[in-house]
């Protein structure tokens, strides 16, 4: 168990829908990472917040957006949903969000769009 | 830009024989950090080693060793005396961490490993 927590553990939904995924980080960690691994892109980086502020910004859709919350638990919202956006969501923490700490990875939550 | 590639995507090999995985990186930047991860059939994640390119000692954990060559760009991983709980899918992956807001991970696509009984 790596401490992060990831809800739902899965969706479905339908086409043009809207989720919210959820994490909460590891106990002391101010740093969360949105990942996505779908099996045409593999595993992808989306975004970073770091203590409530975003960090950095990968291949993220503009229908996708996230936030940190001053709990530091991070949502992430995938909205107007296709049949591409299916995949599994990791969403993973470090402790200062520098490139040296180790990530540590919730369970991820495996989204289906039909 | 950074990028990692793992050439194998699938291996098999027999309970008990050794198994090497390898990874080739690239990057611009002289500090760095390469990582190892592991994911089983359940799906989740699991860290197992961090490296800093300034550190080229190998590394020895129980069965599992990692090989580090900045000359070679290569990071691989050896597991001894394979088992079948080793039977997953192992990414390679890279951080460019001199740079702020340069943390993220860049993943390999991932070989995936059966051990055979």
């Known amino acids: 168990d790596s401490g992060v927590t990831q809800t739902p553990k899965h969706l479905i939904t339908a086409t043009g829908q809207r989720v919210t995924l959820r994490c909460s980080p590891r106990s002391g960690d101010l740093s969360v990472y949105w990942y996505q691994q779908s099996l045409d892109q593999g595993l992808q980086f989306l975004i970073q917040y770091y203590n409530g502020e975003e960090r950095a910004k990968g291949n993220i859709l503009e229908r996708f957006s996230a936030q940190q919350f001053p709990d530091l638990h991070s949502e992430l919202n995938l909205s107007s949903l296709e049949l591409g956006d299916s995949a599994l969501y990791f969403c993973?923490?470090?402790?200062?969000?520098?490139?040296?700490?180790?990530?540590?990875f919730g369970p991820g939550t495996r989204l289906t769009v039909t | 830009a950074q990028k990692v590639t793992q050439a194998q995507t699938e291996i098999s090999v027999v309970e008990k024989e050794d198994v090497t995985l390898d990874c080739v990186y690239e990057?611009?930047?002289?500090?760095?950090?390469l990582f190892w991860y592991k994911q089983p059939p359940s799906g989740e994640l699991v860290f197992l080693i961090r490296r800093n390119s300034f550190d080229e000692q190998n590394e020895i954990s129980g069965r599992y060793s990692w090989n580090f060559q900045k000359s070679t760009s290569s990071f691989n991983f050896t597991i001894t005396a394979s088992q079948v709980v080793d039977s997953a899918v192992y990414f390679c992956?890279?951080?460019?961490?001199?740079?702020?807001?340069?943390?993220?991970?860049?993943f390999g696509t991932g070989t995936r490993l059966t051990i055979i009984p």
């Open positions: 993973a923490s470090s402790v200062e969000g520098e490139g040296r700490d180790e990530q540590y």
């Open positions: 992956a890279l951080s460019e961490g001199a740079n702020f807001g340069n943390e993220k991970l860049t």
């Open positions: 990057t611009r930047d002289t500090t760095y950090y």
